[in-house]
């Protein structure tokens, strides 16, 4: 069961980017995941094709899972 945390961005041209955080720590601190957000957004550390992150979108953590079949 692989785990990763989403952190979904508002770009300067209006359009979503995310970040994944593989193995996040649960449960999450919404309001530190919110402050590293917004650092992230003020040191504009990352960027995208659609721009620069200029606001926070939202966070959720997406869990899946995967069954392998062995067919031979």
Excluded: C
């Excluded at 999450?28 to 094709?49: E, P």
Aim: hydrophobic fraction near 45%.
């Amino acid at each position: 069961m692989a785990k990763v945390l989403e952190l979904e961005f508002k770009t300067e041209t209006g359009k979503p980017a995310k970040l994944t955080i593989n193995d996040p720590v649960e449960p999450i601190d919404t309001a530190a995941v919110k402050a590293a957000m917004n650092n992230l957004i003020a040191t504009n550390v990352f960027g995208s094709s659609n721009g620069a992150f200029v606001g926070v979108e939202g966070a959720r953590v997406v869990e899946r899972n995967v069954t392998d079949y062995e067919v031979m």
